[in-house]
């Protein structure tokens, strides 16, 4: 989850700088050479939290990493990249030898070492910490089901430290080190021993140095932390990959629309597609600006409907919702074919996606038949929580309501700031709820079973599910992993537990004064320190 988070727990005003005078649509001279080198992104999600074994969201992920560095980061190639490890590799697909990079440093000038990353490991597996990663990490032997370090257990065992930069990590059965990259790799964000080693971990996550972290290891330090309105970062100069060119990086929280506005002003100099969201119908006019770069990426960020099943427990009633909504019609007006349909986990970006499973068709006298067989209650009415800030998904929701209704559905809908509406979620609090969602292409599995198994926001159980998910997880052949995705999509558009509506792409726009940077929800970040503006 990701997407890029998950849902497992409950849960930038910018110190902007006059850089350069705005001239006309965006066009902007260069700054004064005695200035600051400051680049400022604008982002649609607050980052709801700043801790590194609990960001919630993709923003928060985002930001965090740039302070707390994963052990590897996958790139939009879907490569993985070194980060705070030189190296990760498995020789039976079982243990896996991290190996760190030994250059890297906390702020305070210490080591990064292996002992830090294995204190991480423990908090992030501790129920008392609840880590809303521990899920992924139950991959890992000594780890229950859910993540977490049995009580009274003092060690992880499929832990070993080799010495003060090589550890081993071993999982409870065989998987591919791109799932294991994609799991322990990027999720695990290394936090320093010795600054939290005297915290009780029950008071972890309130600690102050989760409010403001002040010893990191990443190329920015935090300055500033206004949660619904900016972060502000400053280099480390003392990078170990190397001394930041820029000398600030903020991050601007705005509504979708003030994000083409401040991109055409150069009040903001980029966003990034997923969490910083260009109302499509502004795209058009970004991409003819002077001195602005716009990006098209892949299909990735999904926007799901979450159907609780308490409200709606007949997969003939849920078969009827998504059969009733005119996904073609928001694609293509709503849009304008920056999107795909998609009514899945899977877009077409997934290398496991099967495209011999159509997306369910807009069928409106189908739906009226299946609700009708299902003794609807066409007096009742859901309540339809929808998360806000992404004006384009605001409308396509008006349009899906309508949809609804026209088949004899009445919904009531709900906007929702994300800490609110993921607590509906966890708890389930709501009929229907939509969000954004975006999967890892390489490795869906950690999401699918969060969605898919016991304990999800849905109430949804089947056993040939879980079979599959145990299949998935155990396998490594490439081609019998996808056999296995195969089946589960034929399983999941029967049951249609948790359909998804579209898929937009990455639209990312940036101002030409920045050079080395990339708007994109992959690897964004990757080479930050090397960023600079002209």
């Known amino acids: 989850m990701k997407v890029n988070f998950s849902l497992r727990k409950s849960i930038a005003f910018v110190l902007f700088a006059a850089l350069f005078i705005v001239q006309g649509c965006g066009d902007s001279t260069n700054p004064p050479k005695d200035s600051k080198k400051i680049v400022n992104i604008g982002i649609t999600y607050s980052p709801s939290s700043l801790n590194p074994l609990s960001p919630v969201g993709l923003s928060s992920s985002y930001v965090t990493s740039l302070m707390f560095l994963p052990l590897v980061d996958i790139d939009e190639d879907l490569t993985y990249k070194p980060m705070l490890a030189d190296s990760i590799e498995t020789t039976d697909n079982r243990t896996f030898t991290i190996?760190?990079?030994?250059?890297?440093?906390?702020?305070?000038?210490?080591?990064v070492?292996?002992?830090?990353?294995?204190?991480?490991?423990?908090?992030?597996?501790?129920?008392?910490?609840?880590?809303?990663?521990?899920?992924?990490?139950?991959?890992l032997e000594g780890l229950d089901d859910s993540g977490y370090l049995p009580e009274g257990t003092p060690d992880i065992s499929g832990v070993k430290k080799l010495d003060d930069h090589t550890l081993t990590l071993t999982t409870k059965a065989p998987t591919t080190l791109n799932i294991f990259k994609d799991t322990i790799g990027r999720y695990l964000l290394t936090v320093p021993q010795a600054a939290l080693k005297d915290i009780a971990p029950e008071s972890i996550n309130t600690s102050e140095f989760m409010q403001k972290p002040t010893v990191t290891d990443g190329p920015f330090k935090l300055v500033e932390y206004n949660r619904d309105h900016n972060v502000q970062l400053e280099a480390n100069k003392d990078y170990f990959k190397g001394a930041p060119k820029l000398d600030q990086l903020n991050f601007k929280v705005l509504q979708g629309t003030a994000?083409?506005?401040?991109?055409?002003?150069?009040?903001?100099?980029?966003?990034?597609?997923?969490?910083?969201?260009?109302?499509i119908e502004d795209y058009a006019k970004i991409k003819g600006l002077k001195g602005l770069s716009t990006v098209e990426g892949p299909p990735i960020a999904s926007q799901f409907m979450y159907i609780n099943e308490k409200s709606v427990p007949d997969a003939k009633q849920r078969l009827a919702i998504s059969a009733a909504i005119n996904r073609e019609i928001i694609v293509s007006n709503l849009l304008k074919g920056n999107g795909e349909v998609v009514d899945g986990f899977f877009t077409s970006y997934s290398p496991y996606v099967d495209t011999n499973h159509k997306p369910v068709a807009y069928?409106?006298?189908?739906?009226?038949?299946?609700l009708k067989e299902a003794g609807w209650d066409s007096a009742k009415t859901l309540n339809l929580a929808v998360l806000s800030g992404d004006s384009t998904l605001e409308n396509a929701v008006n349009i899906v309501a309508e949809n609804l209704k026209s088949v004899g559905i009445n919904v009531k809908i709900q906007m929702a700031d994300l800490a609110t509406l993921i607590d509906k979620l966890v708890k389930m609090d709501y009929d229907l709820g939509i969000l954004t969602v975006s999967l890892t292409p390489i490795n869906p599995l950690p999401d699918v079973a969060y969605f898919l198994q016991a304990g999800n926001p849905n109430g949804y159980?089947?056993?040939?599910?879980?079979?599959?998910?145990?299949?998935?997880?155990?396998?490594?052949?490439?081609?019998?992993?996808?056999?296995?995705?195969?089946?589960?999509?034929?399983?999941?558009?029967?049951?249609?537990?948790?359909?998804?509506i579209y898929a937009t792409k990455a639209l990312g726009a940036?101002?030409?004064?920045?050079?080395?940077?990339?708007p994109k929800d992959f690897g964004m970040f990757i080479n930050v320190y090397e960023w600079d503006v002209k």
């Open 99 to 111: 190996k760190l990079n030994q250059k890297a440093k906390w702020t305070d000038g210490t080591p």
């Open 113 to 139: 070492t292996t002992d830090d990353v294995i204190f991480t490991l423990k908090l992030m597996s501790n129920v008392k910490v609840a880590s809303v990663y521990a899920y992924t990490f139950a991959i």
């Open 259 to 279: 994000i083409s506005t401040q991109l055409q002003s150069g009040e903001i100099d980029m966003n990034i597609p997923s969490v910083g969201v260009i109302p």
């Open 363 to 370: 069928d409106p006298e189908k739906a009226k038949a299946l």
């Open 461 to 500: 159980s089947n056993g040939e599910i879980d079979k599959l998910i145990a299949s998935l997880k155990a396998e490594t052949d490439e081609v019998k992993i996808k056999e296995y995705y195969s089946q589960l999509q034929e399983i999941v558009a029967a049951d249609v537990p948790m359909p998804s």
């Open 510 to 518: 940036i101002n030409d004064r920045v050079t080395g940077a990339k």
